[in-house]
Nanobody, 124 residues
Framework: VRLVESGGGSVQAGGSLKLSCVAS??????MAWFRQAPGKGREWIAS????????YYADSVKDRFTISQDDAKTTLFLQMSSLKPEDTAMYYC????????????????????WGQGTQVTVSS
């Protein structure tokens, strides 16, 4: 079981990036994006459910980021727009074979599978 992120890079404030996460299997019922800035804890960004519940976003990225999947449910995307310097972080894809309770969607413990991360740097 593998999750492999790509698409990170350096961009100026106001720019856009699209992250991808390719899954070796397509049986995940919940997938999510998290990020971790230097010196900070891992922060939940967004979750998407195979059952079409949601998606759900953290307030810090709502209306700027969009989480989606391809039809085969093997690739997870994060379209990021209007990027800010505070969006600078390592971005991680996470997945669960369970339907993560909506109230627990931001809890890392509910996602057993993680990618290695892709770095996003936003300059002012």
């Amino acid at each position: 079981v593998r999750l492999v992120e790509s698409g990170g890079g350096s961009v100026q404030a106001g720019g856009s990036l699209k992250l991808s996460c390719v899954a070796s299997q397509n049986f995940y019922r919940t997938m999510a994006w998290f990020r971790q800035a230097p010196g900070k804890g891992r922060e939940w960004i967004a979750s998407i459910y195979r059952s079409l519940i949601g998606p759900y976003y953290a307030d810090s990225v709502k209306d700027r980021f969009t989480i989606s999947q391809d039809d085969a449910k093997t690739t997870l995307f994060l379209q990021m727009s209007s990027l800010k310097p505070e969006d600078t972080a390592m971005y991680y894809c996470a997945a669960s074979v369970e339907v993560v309770p909506i109230l627990r969607r931001a809890d890392q413990e509910w996602y057993p599978y993680w990618g290695q991360g892709t770095q996003v740097t936003v300059s002012s």
